[in-house]
């Protein structure tokens, strides 16, 4: 069974950081590709960030230059180092990976940007 555990979200000031971790449990993680979705009250779930099993990194364009996704085969482990936060990053975060014909999500992060 494949388990994607998200954590490291919060509340932080616009401009500030976060590192958000997903560890994963049921794959062998070296061999997927991994990714982080967001998806704010009323929105639809947008895709931010993806991996690839060699490293190979992609970004939506909203996030590209602030946000690095970063994995560690070692610890089974996909991060999300968010910088330069902006209220418009506001939403719940959530790791994903596909394995065979099946998606699979963690329960997602909550990440608020606030004064």
């Known amino acids: 069974q494949v388990q994607l555990v998200e954590s490291g979200g919060g509340l932080v000031q616009p401009g500030g950081s976060l590192r958000l971790s997903c560890v994963t449990s049921g794959i062998i993680f070296s061999h997927y590709a991994m990714d982080w979705y967001r998806q704010a009250p009323g929105n639809t779930r947008e895709w931010v960030a993806g991996?690839?099993?060699?490293?190979?990194?992609n970004y939506a364009d909203s996030v590209k230059g602030r946000f690095t996704i970063s994995r560690d085969n070692a610890k089974n482990t996909v991060y999300l180092d968010m910088n330069t936060l902006k209220p418009e990053d506001t939403a719940v975060y959530s790791c994903?990976?596909?394995?065979?014909?099946?998606?699979?999500w963690g329960q997602g992060t909550q990440v608020t940007v606030s004064p």
């Open positions: 991996i690839s099993n060699g490293g190979v990194t």
């Open positions: 994903h990976t596909i394995r065979g014909q099946y998606h699979n």
